[in-house]
């Protein structure tokens, strides 16, 4: 009877004030944790970070002047390259025709704050003469998310 009570004492006690083994199972530690990559990469415990995704759309310069449009549209290219080898921008793209006039997305890496994302935003020349306009969010993604890069360089067959 002694032993009885001790085992049911601890079993109130645990599901009163401490977790149920179900609780606990759903705190799993990854067996596969490199601690090394993950403060490299800048990931919290679950792996994750904080980046800028910004919203590319259409900016108000209506410019019909290809000549300005292809020396802007350049610039941009270089520096989306620029920006990549310097580690800021892990994403860059093109979006389909929609209703928004949204043109692209970037994702911003290693930025402390928006105020240093939107002054790395005028680096971009066609942002800078109004081609392209911006919308930002803060977004919490994967660490490893810059990882995909050094592969990214050799499935191309043709530069943009």
Do not use: C
């Amino acid at each position: 009877m002694k032993y009885f009570l001790a085992i049911t004492f601890l079993v109130i006690t645990n599901s009163t004030f401490g977790q149920s083994n179900s609780e606990k199972d759903t705190l799993i530690s990854n067996p596969n944790y490199n601690k090394t990559l993950a403060e490299k990469l800048g990931g919290d415990d679950y792996g994750m970070k904080s980046y800028f995704l910004v919203i590319l759309k259409s900016g108000t310069n209506a410019t019909t002047d290809k000549k300005l449009i292809a020396e802007s549209f350049r610039g941009h290219m270089n520096n989306i390259n620029r920006l990549v080898a310097e580690g800021k921008l892990i994403v860059a793209g093109p979006l389909g025709k929609n209703d928004n006039n949204y043109r692209g997305i970037f994702i911003l890496n290693n930025l402390k704050t928006i105020e240093e994302a939107k002054e790395l935003l005028q680096t971009d020349l066609a942002i800078k003469i109004g081609l392209l306009d911006y919308e930002i969010f803060t977004w919490y993604g994967s660490a490893a998310l810059p990882e995909y890069l050094p592969f990214s360089e050799k499935i191309w067959k043709l530069k943009p």
